[in-house]
Nanobody
Framework: QVQLVESGGGLVQAGGSLRLSCAAS????????MGWFRQAPGKEREFVAA???????????YYADSVKGRFTIVRDNGKNAVDLQMNSLKPEDTAVYYC??????????????????WGQGTQVTVSS
């Protein structure tokens, strides 16, 4: 069974850190784009970060402006996993965070509809 499972969410104070993990199983995702999205109550799902495979096994990272400099996406192909290290968290980062995977080129990584597989989500709550 091909699936993505997120973990690592929780409650943290503003300024704190959390590390989310997304474990993939059922296939190798080495050449797949792996992305993180989030959805806050009453809002649409929005792009957070993605790592995109390129020729020569080089991976490029992309970030939403709102998280650039605070979040880092970390890929571990040996574990078939991708993490999201979140630092300097703000209350507006509160959301359910989802991991997605798909064969997506760089110009489309921000479009959730391009991802073919999603995890169940993990809640992140940042208190002020």
């Amino acid at each position: 069974q091909v699936q993505l499972v997120e973990s690592g969410g929780g409650l943290v104070q503003a300024g704190g850190s959390l590390r989310l993990s997304c474990a993939a199983s059922g296939r190798t995702f080495r050449s797949y784009t792996m992305g993180w999205f989030r959805q806050a109550p009453g809002k649409e799902r929005e792009f957070v970060a993605a790592t995109v495979w390129s020729a020569g096994s080089v991976y490029y990272a992309y970030y939403a402006d709102s998280v650039k400099g605070r979040f880092t996406i970390v890929r571990d192909n040996g574990k078939n996993a991708v993490d999201l290290q979140m630092n300097s968290l703000k209350p507006e980062d509160t959301a359910v965070y989802y991991c997605g995977a798909g064969l997506i080129s760089a110009q489309y990584v921000t479009y959730g509809r391009e991802y073919e597989l999603w995890g169940q989500g993990t809640q992140v709550t940042v208190s002020s």
